[in-house]
């Protein structure tokens, strides 16, 4: 039975990949600082150890077979209000994980959650593969490819073994609806529909996204274990390869929360990104993964979870 750590396991997509790690047979335990994570977003026979990456040391990282990287700062906007913490939280803490494993675990493999938004704004017309080039718009996305650049430089100089997936615009159960900030707004949304609350669009709302549901994204952490051998050294986008505007998805919510609320537009946000539409092509050719969730299923089902944790 392999051993496995997710950092950031308690929150909204590393407690997926508990979840289907404990279905798999996996031995598995988590750290999480639990400043956006829930405990009871884990499983009772899961071990946790409330403490921030950058509080990792030797016993920590020794025993495992594969280290799952899930923990960050995730808002981008937070990190342009911001940019120190995000440089502690996401760069530095990174490097402190890698450089634990160095030197007490450097055998093994480690999954490092990315981002789409390292490649930025994609021109209309195309659709972003991994080999799309780097093109960050805050100090989020920013750090983002620093850790990404970690991985390739400890892999060439110590030869450990890295994967690199990069998620996208991930929403589902467990999006914590209670925090403010643009990267849960999809459940943020929700819960002002549910309460016929305007629902608030920095810009136009002509911005397009990729939406994908969390259980999709989550299966391919596993896939990228199972299917190691040929994934090790490779980066995977997890779109859908469509796009929906902004307004397209708030019309879609407040239609499925049977909502009063209307649009409230608001002036745009520093470091948006316009456009990202990604293939998943590499992913279901190497990691036989693709997504399996429509938009509007897996909003109906975040919906329910919402109005289950709100009890309405």
Sequence with gaps: MQRVLVTGGAGFIGSHVVDLLIEKEYEVSVIDDLSAGRKENLPTNVKLKVKAVHEIDKDDVKDFDVIIHCAAQVSTFYSVDYPEEDFKRNALSTFHLFETCRKYNDDALI???????VHGNIPEGMIADENFPYNP????????????????IFRELYGM?????????????????WMRGWYNFIAYWIKLALENKPIPIYGTGNQVRDYTYVLDTARAYILAIEKAEKAIGETFLLPTGKGMTLNELADLIIRLCNSKSSKQYLPPRKGDIMRF????????????????????????????????????
């Design 161 to 177: 073994k890295f994967i690199i997936l990069r998620p996208s615009n991930v929403y589902g159960p467990r999006q914590p609806y």
């Design 137 to 152: 718009t805050t100090f989020y996305n920013t750090h983002k490819i620093y850790g990404e650049f970690l991985c390739k």
């Design 277 to 312: 539409v990604g293939s998943y092509k590499k992913a279901k050719e190497i990691l036989g993964w693709e997504p399996k969730v429509s938009i509007e299923e897996g909003l109906k089902k975040e919906i329910e979870w919402v109005k289950k944790d709100l009890k309405l």
């Design 111 to 117: 999954i490092y959650t990315s981002s789409r938004s």
